[in-house]
């Protein structure tokens, strides 16, 4: 079973920033979070991970709490091609296995 | 270019008749996957593979086999299909230096009658 829990859908304006939540009340010390999305049927394509430092790239940025057990994906001026379900899953860096849960289906609007 | 490319990309069939669905990428990486997604289930690990002649079974294997007889290609085998194969399937892979980030085929849309 999935160990995250998410939104089952969001809406989002174009231009504004799009932030996703996801808790994971479980995580381990060793497990890692990571963010997938999928659009429309095609394959899921990764956009960012971290086990608790804050961590941004060119896609996303994913801000962990002190905790763990909650995290947030920013896409900071969403776009109509970022409408996708993103999936936020944790598993120990190394393990081949993703679990994908139900995911959030974000829908960017005009 | 960096690619996971799976073979074919729609396919209909009928029960009983044997299927291959290949899966092939150029990045040299070690492991490769195979997964279904099905509406209200979402994606589900078939069967994994670490490297040249070691696979194990993910979570839902019943009714496929794989075989990893070289690095790059990682075919499915549907021996006997039945209806409820019918899905879509998704190859992918990573490397073992770059663990984080699994590199996903376009997706197989399979339907048997």
């Known amino acids: 079973d999935a160990k995250t829990t998410q939104p089952t859908s969001m809406d989002c304006a174009e231009g504004r920033a799009a932030n996703l939540p996801c808790n994971h009340s479980t995580i381990s010390g060793n497990e890692y979070v990571y963010w997938y999305r999928q659009i429309h049927s095609q394959g899921p394509q990764y956009i960012i991970h971290?086990?608790?430092n804050n961590e941004t790239n060119e896609m996303a940025s994913l801000i962990i709490t002190e905790d763990r057990k909650s995290s947030t994906l920013i896409l900071p001026h969403a776009t109509l091609r970022d409408t996708a379900v993103y999936y936020c899953?944790?598993?120990?860096?190394?393990?081949?296995?993703?679990?994908f849960g139900q995911g959030t289906e974000l829908s960017v609007k005009p | 270019e960096a690619q996971v490319t799976q073979n074919p990309r729609y396919l209909i069939t009928v029960t009983g008749k044997k299927l291959t669905v290949t899966c092939s990428q150029n990045?040299?990486?070690?492991?490769m996957s195979w997964y279904r997604q099905d509406p209200g289930l979402g994606l589900r690990q078939i069967y994994y593979s670490m490297n040249v002649e070691v696979t194990d079974k993910g979570d839902v294997p019943e009714g496929y086999k794989v075989s990893r007889k070289e690095k790059r290609n990682f075919p499915l085998i549907l021996e006997s299909p039945s209806p409820n194969q019918t899905s879509l399937y998704f190859c992918?892979?990573?490397?073992?230096?770059?663990?984080?980030?699994?590199?996903f085929g376009p997706g197989t849309r399979l339907t048997v009658l």
């Open positions: 899953i944790v598993r120990v860096a190394g393990d081949g296995k993703l679990i």
């Open positions: 990045m040299n990486h070690e492991y």
């Open positions: 992918a892979t990573h490397s073992e230096s770059s663990y984080n980030e699994q590199f």
């Open positions: 971290g086990l608790k």
